[in-house]
């Protein structure tokens, strides 16, 4: 979901608080004009759909902060209203006082409210894309149902962000209605393949994960707009099995938890029924301190500076990479803030209960988006990728590279790059990313086993690694935020494409073993590690629970 801002002058020129290239004349203008929207005389005051929220391969998002604290006024109205009726909606329409029924229509009707506040007749769309390819599901058969929704709901997402970008013009639209799209169209194209896995394919055709998921009947109508449209997640995600949604409405979300490793029932919390209030207290506190950060940084380190002619003639290399580093550190606290609010308010309505840690108290990341120390401290390309944004991650490995026969890992770089938009910055980015996990993971198979004799060795190895998933991942992601061809490569060919030429010397000379045969041996690994010991108490879904899966958290 791309976020919405708004637009400021500054030495660049009227600069979007996005990030975008500057619509009206300065010296960063002149680098970049080419490619730069043209006749975008967008008002201070006026909000404007803006498309680089997405920072990495996968995410969701909502309408963003501006340098100077200006909030599109919809988004934040609508989420506070969102987080006070989470409240009310788990107290007054608790599963033990109403019936399922009832929740259904009121998380649905207040989703609409919500994208009518914000969209206007633009929210229609939703309707669209949900009742065609609910039709699909009901009307076509089960064999290739799955295949026609992906398709339809795909597609009708890329006409829709065409016909934004392409036909009308930005100043044209008060916001941008394809990113509640975006998450719907990950919902639909979720529950198509997991009703096929339970109704069309046959135990032992399924993997663990798919068993578990898998739906075993058709939803009806209501149950559906609400799994797409619920009040919680219509603005900013994220995403969820429909299983883990169904056990939260029909209040059976809490009994798996209450069992102990063995299966049995543990009397300890059995009666209890575990309160969000202190993860509620804690995500709220970290998306203030995540605003404050943003609002304080942001604008002191803009990632357009590094394709500016002067800044590149008179910087010494190396404070280049520093400097890059330090913008692309800048915008990330943005969503942080606004995937840990939406952590809060699903939270809030009792959504998102993931069991007990070994000390008792209750987890609350079911849903959750995205592990921010983890993302700050990865030591790899793929551990970075993990831990941001997990849940539109997650789903880009069930419904793609667990299923795609040939080449999965580009196939989910690209489907990530079509789901995203239409801009071509998407797509170098892309290209970009399946060339470093490529040259990632061979580097991974064959140089980490030399440093694991000591803890000095590892140590050293851990800081190295640090340093270079950094500086690989600003280096991939700004095409993202550039958005067009010709800034983009400008970037690169400051860098001598440097990054690119050491990714492909890499993935020429150092072997890596077939995905069948990785696989294979890391299951032989995980079988020995677990023969001794019992189901892992930290499961990441409560069908996972339900299904006794032995499941270890990543």
Same mark, same amino acid.
């Given at each position: 979901? *791309? &976020? +919405?801002?708004?637009?400021?002058?500054?030495?660049?020129?009227?600069?979007?608080? /996005?990030? *975008?290239?500057p619509c009206h004349p300065g010296p960063l203008y002149q680098a970049v004009s080419e490619e730069s929207p043209k006749n975008c005389q967008t008002p201070a005051t006026q909000v404007i759909d803006c498309d680089l929220c997405y920072l990495m391969t996968s995410g969701t998002?909502?309408?963003? &902060?501006?340098? @100077?604290?200006? #909030?599109?006024?919809?988004?934040?109205?609508? +989420?506070?209203?969102a987080l006070l009726t989470a409240f009310w909606?788990?107290?007054?329409?608790?599963?033990?006082?109403?019936? =399922?029924? !009832? *929740?259904h229509v009121v998380a649905t009707l207040l989703g609409f409210y919500l994208a009518l506040f914000c969209f206007g007749w633009y929210a229609l769309h939703f309707l669209v894309q949900s009742g065609l390819t609910y039709s699909i599901m009901m009307f076509a058969g089960l064999e290739h149902m799955h295949k026609l929704c992906f398709i339809v709901a795909l597609g009708y997402l890329s006409f829709c962000q065409v016909t934004r970008v392409y036909v009308f013009d930005y100043g044209m639209y008060s916001a941008d209605f394809t990113g509640p799209m975006m998450v719907i169209t990950q919902k639909i194209t979720s529950l198509a393949f997991e009703i096929h896995d339970g109704l069309a394919r046959k135990e032992e055709q399924l993997t663990p994960s798919q068993r578990c998921l898998a739906v075993r009947r058709m939803p009806n109508l209501l149950e559906y707009l609400s799994y797409n449209c619920n009040f919680m997640g219509i603005l900013a995600g994220p995403t969820c099995s429909y299983n883990d949604y169904m056990a939260f409405i029909e209040g059976t979300a809490y009994q798996p938890r209450h069992l102990e490793t063995n299966g049995k029932e543990n009397g300890k919390y059995k009666h209890t029924e575990?309160?969000? @209030?202190?993860?509620? !207290?804690?995500? &709220?506190?970290? /998306?203030?301190?995540?605003?404050? !950060?943003? #609002?304080?940084?942001?604008?002191? /380190? =803009?990632?357009? *500076?590094? !394709?500016d002619d002067k800044f590149m003639a008179s910087t010494p290399f190396i404070l280049q990479v520093l400097y890059l580093y330090l913008s692309m550190l800048a915008t990330r606290p943005k969503y942080y803030f606004i995937w840990t609010l939406s952590d809060a308010i699903n939270n809030a309505a009792g959504f998102g209960f993931n069991g007990y840690n070994k000390d008792g108290t209750p987890r609350w990341d079911l849903i959750s988006n995205l592990r921010i120390l983890d993302i700050e401290f990865a030591t790899s390309f793929k551990m970075f990728l993990d831990n941001w944004n997990i849940q539109t991650a997650l789903w880009l490995k069930r419904v793609c590279y667990e299923r795609c026969p040939i080449n999965p890992t580009a196939a989910t770089f690209l489907l990530s790059a079509m789901w995203h938009g239409v801009y071509p910055g998407y797509y170098l980015t892309f290209l970009t990313g399946i060339s470093m996990t490529m040259a990632a993971r061979a580097l991974r198979h064959n140089i980490r086993p030399y440093f694991l004799g000591s803890t000095t060795h590892r140590s050293i190895y851990d800081v190295i690694t640090w340093a270079g998933t950094q500086i690989a991942i600003c280096y991939t992601v700004v095409p993202f935020v550039l958005l067009a061809v010709g800034p983009s490569l400008k970037f690169y060919r400051s860098w001598y494409y440097c990054i690119h030429i050491a990714c492909l010397v890499l993935v020429l000379a150092l072997p890596v073993k077939p995905r069948h045969l990785r696989i294979k041996e890391e299951q032989q690994q995980q079988n020995s590690l677990q023969g001794g010991l019992t189901e892992d108490h930290n499961s990441h879904s409560i069908t996972d629970n339900n299904c006794n899966q032995k499941h270890k958290a990543t």
């Open positions: 979901m *791309r &976020l +919405q801002g708004t637009t400021e002058g500054s030495a660049y020129g009227t600069v979007h608080h /996005c990030g *975008r290239a998002g909502a309408p963003s &902060l501006g340098p @100077k604290g200006f #909030l599109t006024v919809n988004f934040v109205v609508c +989420q506070l209203f909606f788990r107290l007054y329409l608790h599963p033990s006082k109403t019936s =399922p029924f !009832i *929740r575990p309160s969000p @209030k202190n993860d509620i !207290i804690s995500k &709220l506190c970290t /998306c203030a301190i995540s605003l404050a !950060i943003f #609002l304080s940084v942001s604008k002191l /380190c =803009p990632v357009e *500076r590094s !394709i």
